[in-house]
């Protein structure tokens, strides 16, 4: 669904039309001017509630003075680009990074640009590594429905046929297992412990040899489009496999890292110990910062070589990630996230109730949350998520349209609970009103 525009824009929109593309999903039309806090404004200096923290990457909110002072500093030496010359910014981060991890198996990192950069170079990483132990040792495991970017890599490494199409072929190496949806009858994830193991039957023949041939198993932290977190008995299953075989266990956590679940990384709900994660959005408070951390044998194997790239790792960028790690631990942000997120899913449960004719599920952790829609009164599930996403957008609340059947929801993590209310009210508002409209 294309938001219809405010009149207003149409002159500055048609600009935009005539030289840049519109293959951007969903192209939301309004102009944003400036942003403060959990608030954008636009051209108009109408005034939204961001509850989509910038596609979850403004954690610490728009226009940070904290961020911006710290930033303010680096511009003034003059160095906002050293390519792999060594620079302080770089120094000071990369330390304080692997202290924020806290994990002893994640001791040293790569600095890229983008969050599909860093999938990208784990997957170089988790291919060389496997050469290391067998030249055959190569496979991927993912799962199917998993989001990983949208270059050729990260698309064979996503598990949703349409988006790697494209390509005309297909890494024979990259496996696609099951998703535990909770909602499908026949998987009985609560009591089942072994589903795991029964989607591995399902996509690999009897006799093939796991130890020999896969390098490694990716996977976000919690299924993006819905922020579908697994089952802890699961990722427990996954990681015993991995260790069984010599596997790899690897997670995304684009949208899950930097405090936004109410912990720091997505992965500490499972209570295990991954040996590579990927990280970027929240990571940099908006500026262009991602990386992959992983140990020393992985990192520095002997057949991987060409982790450089020209932008990756600028003093701005990596001041910008200091800066944000120093302002989560000194605020407390991360413990805000928790102790929101037990007030964000009650209500969202509750809208679950009251609107149980239009949505089916509600999920998440912390401060990321979704709403699945149901067909409802001759509508299909898409169409209500756009409609619920343009009744938000006109009161004044961006959310994050998927482009399917569900809305995420995730504000900055220095939202306040009378802000986080003010906002689940205008939800409740749009679902009243679609309702409505729906039944007539």
Sequence with gaps: MIITPDNRYKSTLKEFKKFETTNMSPNIKILWKKGSGVHIFDKYNKKYIDFTSGIFATNIGHNNKYLNDRIRKIIKTGIVHSYHYYNYPRQNYIKKLI??????????????????????????LIKTYGRTKNKEKTGVICLKGNWHGRTVGSQMLSGK???????????????????PYPWDPKLNIKKKSNFFEQSLKKTFKSDFNFKNKISAVLLETFQGWGAIFYPKN???????????????????????????????????????????????????SGFPIAGVITNNKVMDNKYVSGLSSTHSANPVSCEAGAATI?????????????????????????????????????????LIGSMIFKEAYGKDSKTIADLVCQKCLDKGLLVCNTGRESVKLGPPLIIDKKTLLKSLQIIKSALSEISKITKN
């Excluded at 600095?111 to 990208?120: F, H, N």
């Excluded at 299953?237 to 069984?244: A, G, V």
């Design 234 to 284: 699961y990722i427990k299953e996954i990681e015993k496999f991995c260790k069984k075989n010599n596997i790899l266990l690897c997670f995304d956590e684009m949208q899950s890292g930097f405090g936004r679940t109410g912990k720091k990384f997505g992965f500490e709900h499972y209570d295990v110990k991954p040996d590579l994660i990927c990280c970027g959005k929240g990571m940099g």
């Design 99 to 124: 202290k924020f991890v806290n994990q002893k198996k994640l001791n040293r990192c790569h600095l890229v640009s983008s969050g599909t950069e860093a999938t990208e170079t784990a997957l170089k």
């Design 161 to 179: 046929n349409s988006q790697s199409e494209w390509i005309g072929y297909f890494d024979k190496n990259i496996y696609h297992v099951d998703f």
């Design 326 to 366: 120093d302002y989560l631990n000194n605020k407390k942000i991360i413990k805000n996230s928790k102790i929101l997120g037990l007030i964000f899913h009650e209500e969202l449960k509750k809208l679950n109730h009251t609107y149980s004719d239009l949505i089916n599920y509600t999920f998440g952790k912390g």
